[in-house]
């Protein structure tokens, strides 16, 4: 884990529930408690510290909760493929299924190629001319090419013209010193599906996030205060839970292009899909994400929980397919 993210020996008297290292305190100590042996590792610029602790633990298996390095998130990748030189099993997805996944732009060209529904997008790079594709018609969703977590998310996102398009495109370069990609916004209901699994994949149920109480003309997107926000959250009645999808049938072709667009971005381990239901009823694949947030409580574990998996269960599925995993095989 990060350095700065390993929870503290004593909790007494601290905000646990919206504390920085949240995931990494339910993760060391619910496998603490099922009886594993745990040993904590922050890294900070270094991976020294990594042989350092298979020398010194002799673990069986790094539990991966990194998320980047040198603070860059291009870079998380990296610190797998280390793992994977010092034949350390790990949780999570492989580096090939990292470097799909977190650009989105490759990963939408892969699934488009295989007739997955992805929504038309343009890429404009750092400082190229911001100059709008006829195939995009508004409205359009501006985005971090690579970042994740919403980060540069906000209502301001969805632009109607020319102008507003160009305003928040820079924005993205500027602000996030990011490529920005443009698609087309789907309005319609957000969608998540948890996938676990190496070869045999298992999907959980459709998941949602709902917003009973949002202001007129708002956009029913997955900004970066409707993630992170609570008191947000609470204001405008945002909430994820099971999804109450409008036919029969839908549910499962909804897990089975979740586990479609898991092998076909070469993912492992665990991962989200995250997929907008337009207003007729077609769905199409946002994007996809290895190592999704994996506090207890936040959706992957929620929806596994709504199945009758345990946080405890869940932990220790993600734990097996580390074990089973084996990387010389993805060549």
């Known amino acids: 884990m990060h350095d700065y993210m390993v929870p503290p020996d004593d909790v007494q008297g601290v905000d646990v529930v919206n504390a920085l290292w949240k995931t990494e305190y339910d993760v060391t100590n619910t496998l603490a408690a099922m009886g594993h042996d745990v ?3 922050g890294l900070a610029d270094g991976l020294g510290p990594i ?8 673990p069986h298996l790094a539990f991966n909760l990194m998320e980047a390095f040198h603070e860059v998130g291009t870079f998380d ?3 797998v493929s280390h793992l994977e030189l010092l034949r350390l099993r790990y ?3 492989n580096p090939r299924g990292l470097i799909l996944t977190r650009d989105k732009a490759l ?5 488009a190629y295989d007739g997955i529904p992805v929504p038309a997008f343009a890429i404009f790079q750092i400082g190229r001319l911001v100059r709008r594709p006829t195939r995009l018609q508004f409205p359009l969703i501006v985005k971090s090419l690579t970042q994740d977590a919403s980060f540069g998310i906000s209502q301001a996102s969805v632009v109607n013209d020319d102008i507003k398009l160009r305003e928040r495109v820079l924005y993205i370069h500027e602000s996030l010193g990011t ?3 443009v698609e087309q916004y789907i309005k319609g209901r957000e969608l998540y599906v948890g996938v676990i699994g190496n070869d045999r994949l298992h999907a959980y149920p459709v998941w949602e996030m709902k917003f009973t109480n949002m202001p007129e003309g708002a956009h029913r997107i997955a900004t970066a205060r409707v993630k992170w926000s609570t008191a947000y959250q609470r204001k405008h009645g945002i909430r994820c839970g099971k999804a109450r999808l409008p036919r029969p049938g839908l549910e499962e072709y909804l897990q089975f292009l979740a586990k479609r667009v898991y092998h076909l971005l070469q993912m492992n381990g665990y991962g ?11 769905p199409w694949v946002l994007e996809a994400n290895a190592n999704p947030q994996l506090a207890y409580g936040e959706d992957l574990a929620e929806s596994a929980h709504h199945e009758g998996v345990s946080y405890e269960a869940l932990l220790q599925q993600i734990l097996n397919a580390g074990l089973q995993w084996k990387a010389d095989r993805a060549g």
């Open 77 to 79: 990748q990296n610190v």
């Open 51 to 58: 042989r350092d602790a298979i020398d010194e633990v002799r």
């Open 107 to 111: 990963a939408k060209k892969v699934l």
């Open 272 to 282: 989200r899909i995250d997929i907008r239901l337009d207003e007729d009823g077609q």
């Open 91 to 93: 949780t999570g997805c």
């Open 39 to 41: 040993y904590s590792l």
């Open 179 to 181: 490529d920005a990609i």
